[in-house]
């Protein structure tokens, strides 16, 4: 499970994130969603540890994140804005190299590895160095080396970003899976349809703040839109869109 309780975040006089608080629950997804400079990925930086807080408190799994990310670390898999394969590297090799960063074993490496190709569909590509990989093959790497330490947490930033109909498809049913395996899933998202058949759950950031908290069928009657993406609009104040 992740918590968050009133979170804070400024660049100088800029103030990214002002008070942000939700929780998203294990066996659940939750689209955390926000438009341009609204502080969601901020947030997420956060959560996942590469960026701390002036205020606030983020829990995951009971942990305290802020003191104790090397636990929190081993908890969560995250999938960043930025990729960042080691191109040199095979996509097992990419795997293989995170897994013992955690410190795992050459045999339970060898074994979730395999299982996470099967499960993603990497097994035509596994073996290539990652450079000159699609978009959609770096993301899928990306994702079984966020997942290779089997954890409880996953945080997912666009991951269906550049995925052509067939692998948005196949990335839709792998979160799914995670979901039906007990994990607690947090991703961000700019594709309504995407967000709409994934999400138990949405939270969404504007202006640095959370606006709603709710189920996407609960959204769209507090809004009185029939339509999930003019619910949004409603909610932010604006047609101004999506953001990473």
Avoid: W
């Amino acid at each position: 499970m992740i918590e968050v309780s009133d979170l804070h975040k400024r660049f100088g006089t800029v103030v990214a994130v002002d008070g942000v608080s939700f929780r998203a629950q294990d066996g659940a997804i939750t689209g955390l969603l926000g438009p341009n400079g609204a502080g969601k990925t901020t947030t997420l930086r956060c959560l996942y540890t590469l960026m701390r807080p002036d205020r606030g408190e983020i829990r995951i799994d009971g942990i305290d994140a802020i003191a104790d990310p090397d636990a929190v670390r081993r908890s969560l898999g995250v999938l960043p804005d930025a990729r960042g394969l080691y191109k040199r590297l095979t996509a097992r090799e990419n795997i293989a190299y995170f897994g013992r960063l955690h410190g795992l074993d050459n045999a339970t490496i060898e074994s979730r590895s395999a299982a996470a190709i099967a499960a993603l569909g990497m097994a035509e590509f596994a073996d290539r160095r990652a450079e000159g990989f699609s978009q959609g093959q770096r993301v899928k790497t990306a994702i079984a080396r966020a997942l290779v330490h089997d954890p409880t947490n996953v945080i997912l930033d666009e991951p269906t970003n550049g995925l052509d109909v067939m692998a948005t498809r196949a990335m839709r049913e792998f979160l799914r899976n995670l979901r039906s395996d007990g994990r607690c899933v947090l991703f961000s998202s700019h594709i309504m349809q995407e967000v709409a058949a994934l999400c138990d759950r949405i939270v969404v950031i504007a202006h640095g703040r959370v606006v709603a908290d709710e189920s996407p069928d609960a959204l769209r009657e507090q809004t009185g839109e029939a339509n999930l993406e003019e619910a949004f609009v409603r909610l932010i104040g604006s047609d101004e869109g999506f953001a990473a």
